[in-house]
C-alpha cells in the first residue's frame, strides 16, 4: 500500500528556516510528480511547490515562496524535499505531500509554526 510520510516540521522563529521531507513508499516514485501543499487554519489548501518525475525534475513554485523555497527530491531515497529560509508568520499551515501519476496520493501532513 502507498505510504507518504511527512517530517521535518515544528516551531521557528520568522527569518528562520526548516527542512521538511516526505518518505514514500508502495509506488514507483521516479517517475511521479510530488508537490507540496499547505493549509493554514480557516484557509483551503493551496498549492507551494512541485517537481516531476522521470528524467525531467523541472520544479515550479508558488509566487509567495519563490525565492525561499526549494523542492528537490531524492530518488534512491524515495524522499522529496522542500528546504523552507526566510519563513515568515504567514507561512504557518500544515504541509502536506502529493504524489501523481494517474494515481493520487496524499501524506498526513506536518505542522509548521512561524512564530517569535
Known amino acids: 500500500q502507498v505510504q507518504l510520510v511527512e517530517s521535518g516540521g515544528g516551531l521557528v522563529q520568522p527569518g528562520g528556516s526548516l527542512r521538511l521531507s516526505c518518505a514514500a513508499s508502495?509506488?514507483?516514485?521516479?517517475?511521479?510528480?510530488m508537490s507540496w501543499y499547505r493549509q493554514a487554519p480557516g484557509k483551503e489548501r493551496e498549492w507551494v511547490a512541485s517537481?516531476?518525475?522521470?528524467?525531467?525534475?523541472?520544479?515550479n513554485y508558488a509566487d509567495s515562496v519563490k525565492g525561499r523555497f526549494t523542492i528537490s527530491r531524492d530518488n534512491a531515497k524515495n524522499t522529496v524535499f522542500l528546504q523552507m529560509n526566510s519563513l515568515k508568520p504567514e507561512d504557518t499551515a500544515v504541509y502536506y505531500c502529493?504524489?501523481?501519476?494517474?494515481?493520487?496520493?496524499w501524506g498526513q501532513g506536518t505542522q509548521v509554526t512561524v512564530s517569535s
Open positions: 502529493r504524489a501523481r501519476a494517474g494515481n493520487d496520493y
Open positions: 508502495g509506488l514507483a516514485f521516479s517517475y511521479y510528480a
Open positions: 517537481i516531476r518525475g522521470g528524467v525531467d525534475s523541472s520544479t
